[in-house]
């Protein structure tokens, strides 16, 4: 009987992480992308369903939402988009004390973002439970707020991890990528939101 033959290698000096298609977080990160993206676009058709049966919209006697609080909440958001490229550049050429400043940079601006994006509930004018336009918008709302908050918990425990001496294992670096990659769908996803709440109520009326 003919034993089957068998190769072995040394794998040892293979590298542990890798950026972008060749890492497995990257592929869920884009799974959360299309379950994330889905969500918000059955909220959109939603809210296109609804104002389609009104004969003004936001439905009398309501006033479309004010627009200052969501507003500086845009512009900051689309602000910290800088800092957030140069860590993701700064992770991808593995340079820690750059990736460290700036995704310091981008918590800090998150949390200054958590003012704004309180007062946004009480702009819109509207209750989620006086009608079906409230809960619409407010679901737009709340689906983007838990999307932003979770990403800056997220930022939050990666900079803390960057500062531990598990901060230049080659994986921290993937995940400052990875992370940078999801807050731009984070802010991406927003803006078509933000015009459903604060601009197409004015435009259509």
């Known amino acids: 009987m003919t034993l089957p033959v068998r190769f072995a ?18 592929w869920g990160i884009v799974a959360f992308f299309l379950i994330e993206g889905t969500t918000f676009a059955l909220a959109i058709g939603t809210y296109f369903y609804l104002m389609g049966g009104e004969q003004t919209w936001p439905p009398a006697p309501f006033s479309p939402p004010n627009p200052i609080a ?15 490229t140069l860590a993701k550049r700064a992770a991808e050429r593995k340079d820690l004390r750059a990736l460290r400043k700036y995704l310091l940079i981008v918590c800090a601006m998150c949390a200054v973002m958590v003012i704004p994006r309180a007062f946004e509930f009480a702009s819109l004018n509207v209750s989620w439970k006086d009608n079906a336009y409230g809960s619409v918008i407010w679901t737009l709302l709340f689906l983007h707020v838990t999307n932003f ?10 900079a803390g991890l960057l ?18 990659m999801y807050w731009r769908f984070v802010w991406l996803c927003w803006l078509p939101i933000y015009v459903l709440i604060y601009w197409l109520p004015r435009w259509v009326s």
Do not use: C, Q, Y
């Open 149 to 158: 908050l979770t990403d800056f918990a997220d930022s939050l425990v990666l």
């Open 9 to 26: 290698g040394d794998l040892a000096e293979l590298p542990t992480s890798a950026f972008g298609h060749r890492s497995l977080t990257w």
């Open 70 to 84: 969501g507003t500086i909440f845009t512009v900051l958001l689309l602000l910290s988009e800088i800092p957030n």
């Open 163 to 180: 500062f531990t001496k598990h901060s230049v294992e080659s994986r921290r670096f993937v995940d400052a990528a990875e992370n940078a």
